[in-house]
């Protein structure tokens, strides 16, 4: 698009979040344009409670599927909007709700009493099977009021789930899930790129492999990044491995430093092509039509209670040690 164009559509935007009082949530992954005319960037966990406190009648999420899904479970009575229903994510598919209801069976037929704790990157039918829904943001909280009879069993991303296991010296039964964007990080282009910047510091997302965590020096999500660069006062070198998109985000933050995007094997940078679907004029187009929108399913009850409990601190009702899913 030229810049004309873009600017006629960010204008048309603006206009019709006016006109059908939205608000525009966007992912720290999404494309700087996007991030740009959003009200509110943040990572999954600061987006999901930012969106209970929405006051307007329509949420645009500019992200990815299961994010609008969690936002229109903690606000069944708000319109939510993705610009693009096919933007999915390969974390989330790695980990189908039939297959995981298969695999609570056989742990519960063999006796292991268990519970589920689930990266928020999953569907709403598999939040639904689980006693707890973690971000990166808020998983060792979690994990630590998980009482110790109890088994882990954390779906859907293995090198999360490993370095969770790592940090709070919890055995957990892993899923074999991984993101496609973090898992493809080069270590060799890594390993040569703080050859080249030995002063640099290496910030990685946990969703990376333990390779890649290794040779780390800060470990922590997208909020978690943020904090971390604020805290050095020179102008600093940052290598990121995580999505390209949050170096823009954390330019806008924290100008002062220099970021450099860890490569991946296959690319220069790593982009997640899930998040790109959503684009200036879908974003438009979803706001001229009324669609897609996400529409309340019936899975969304149960999830949407995992959910309040687990990011929102709503009082537990169902995990008192007996809770189906968990033993
Ligand atoms: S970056 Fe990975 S985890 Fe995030 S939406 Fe894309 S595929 Fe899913």
Same mark, same amino acid.
């Given at each position: 698009?030229?810049?004309?164009?873009?600017?006629? /559509?960010?204008?048309?935007?603006?206009?019709?979040?006016?006109?059908?009082? =939205?608000?525009?949530?966007?992912?720290?992954?999404?494309?700087?344009?996007?991030?740009? !005319?959003?009200?509110?960037?943040?990572?999954?966990?600061?987006?999901?409670?930012?969106?209970?406190?929405?006051?307007?009648?329509?949420?645009?999420?500019?992200?990815?599927?299961?994010?609008?899904?969690?936002?229109?479970? +903690?606000?069944?009575?708000?319109?939510? !909007?993705?610009?693009?229903?096919?933007?999915?994510?390969? !974390?989330?598919?790695?980990?189908?709700?039939?297959?995981?209801?298969?695999?609570?069976?056989?742990?519960?037929?063999?006796?292991?009493?268990?519970?589920?704790?689930?990266?928020?990157?999953?569907?709403?039918?598999?939040?639904?099977?689980?006693?707890? /829904?973690?971000?990166?943001?808020?998983?060792?909280?979690?994990?630590?009021?998980?009482?110790?009879?109890?088994?882990?069993?954390? /779906?859907?991303?293995?090198?999360?789930?490993?370095?969770?296991?790592?940090?709070?010296?919890?055995?957990?039964?892993?899923?074999?899930?991984?993101?496609?964007?973090?898992?493809?990080?080069?270590?060799?282009?890594?390993?040569? !790129?703080?050859?080249?910047?030995?002063? =640099?510091?290496?910030?990685?997302?946990?969703?990376?492999?333990?390779?890649?965590?290794?040779?780390?020096? &800060?470990?922590?999500?997208?909020?978690?990044?943020?904090?971390?660069?604020?805290? &050095?006062?020179?102008?600093?070198?940052?290598?990121?491995?995580?999505? =390209?998109?949050?170096?823009?985000? +954390?330019?806008?933050?924290?100008?002062?430093?220099?970021?450099?995007?860890?490569?991946?094997?296959?690319? =220069?940078?790593?982009?997640?092509?899930?998040?790109?679907?959503?684009? +200036?004029?879908?974003?438009?187009?979803?706001?001229?039509?009324?669609?897609?929108?996400?529409?309340?399913?019936?899975? &969304?009850?149960?999830?949407?209670?995992? +959910?309040?409990?687990?990011?929102?601190?709503?009082?537990?009702?169902?995990?008192?040690?007996?809770?189906?899913?968990?033993?």
């Amino acid at each position: 698009m030229s810049t004309a164009v873009v600017d006629d /559509v960010v204008a048309e935007i603006k206009n019709l979040k006016k006109k059908i009082g =939205a608000t525009i949530l966007a992912h720290y992954y999404q494309e700087s344009e996007i991030q740009e !005319l959003a009200d509110i960037t943040g990572d999954s966990l600061k987006l999901a409670r930012e969106a209970t406190k929405v006051l307007s009648p329509v949420i645009v999420f500019c992200g990815v599927h299961f994010m609008a899904e969690t936002a229109k479970m +903690l606000n069944p009575q708000k319109k939510v !909007l993705l610009p693009d229903l096919e933007a999915g994510c390969s !974390l989330s598919d790695s980990c189908p709700a039939d297959k995981l209801e298969r695999y609570q069976e056989m742990l519960r037929i063999n006796g292991r009493k268990f519970q589920t704790v689930t990266y928020i990157n999953s569907s709403a039918a598999v939040k639904a099977l689980s006693d707890w /829904v973690v971000t990166s943001g808020n998983a060792e909280e979690i994990i630590r009021r998980v009482p110790e009879e109890y088994e882990i069993l954390f /779906v859907p991303d293995q090198h999360l789930g490993r370095y969770l296991s790592e940090v709070t010296a919890r055995q957990m039964i892993l899923w074999n899930g991984s993101c496609m964007v973090h898992e493809i990080f080069s270590v060799h282009d890594l390993v040569r !790129l703080k050859q080249k910047l030995p002063n =640099a510091i290496t910030i990685a997302h946990p969703e990376c492999p333990k390779n890649i965590l290794e040779h780390t020096d &800060f470990i922590g999500g997208t909020e978690a990044m943020i904090k971390h660069v604020s805290q &050095f006062k020179e102008p600093t070198d940052f290598l990121v491995a995580t999505e =390209a998109n949050m170096l823009w985000q +954390l330019e806008s933050k924290c100008a002062r430093h220099r970021y450099h995007p860890v490569p991946g094997i296959t690319c =220069a940078c790593n982009k997640c092509p899930h998040m790109a679907r959503n684009t +200036l004029e879908k974003l438009r187009d979803c706001m001229l039509t009324g669609k897609p929108e996400i529409t309340w399913q019936p899975e &969304f009850d149960k999830a949407r209670e995992v +959910l309040e409990r687990s990011l929102l601190n709503v009082p537990a009702k169902a995990v008192s040690g007996g809770h189906p899913h968990g033993d």
